[in-house]
Nanobody, 119 residues
Framework: QVQLVESGGGLVQAGGSLRLSCEAS????????MGWFRQAPGKEREFVAN????????YYADSVKGRFTISRDSAKNTVYLQMNSLKPEDTAVYYC????????????WGQGTQVTVSS
């Protein structure tokens, strides 16, 4: 299995940027497709972005398209989420997750990192 640790969250003003990192350990990082999700207070967890094993297929939620960029660095066993033009509605706990492939559930989750965007 794989262990995931997120970092990079914090407090930022609206319009600002943050870059989240998710470092994987355990099984070979390149074996997993990776995703980012978020959960705001009182709301269900929602999909943000995902990237396949090779980095060639990427998908974004409509709410973040054009503002967020997901990427992965296999040499560092890390997946990133670059977040630009942040809005107060982006405030949430952000989680990274790993799955074996596009037809699998996300079986591995990190502990989450808080992102707070002030207006």
């Amino acid at each position: 299995q794989v262990q995931l640790v997120e970092s990079g969250g914090g407090l930022v003003q609206a319009g600002g940027s943050l870059r989240l990192s998710c470092e994987a350990s355990g099984r070979t990082f390149s074996m997993y497709a990776m995703g980012w999700f978020r959960q705001a207070p009182g709301k269900e967890r929602e999909f943000v972005a995902n990237i396949n094993r090779g980095g060639s297929n990427i998908y974004y939620a409509d709410s973040v398209k054009g503002r967020f960029t997901i990427s992965r660095d296999s040499a560092k066993n890390t997946v990133y989420l670059q977040m630009n033009s942040l809005k107060p509605e982006d405030t949430a706990v952000y989680y990274c997750a790993a799955r074996d492939g596009p037809l699998s559930d996300y079986a591995y989750w990190g502990q989450g990192t808080q992102v707070t965007v002030s207006s």
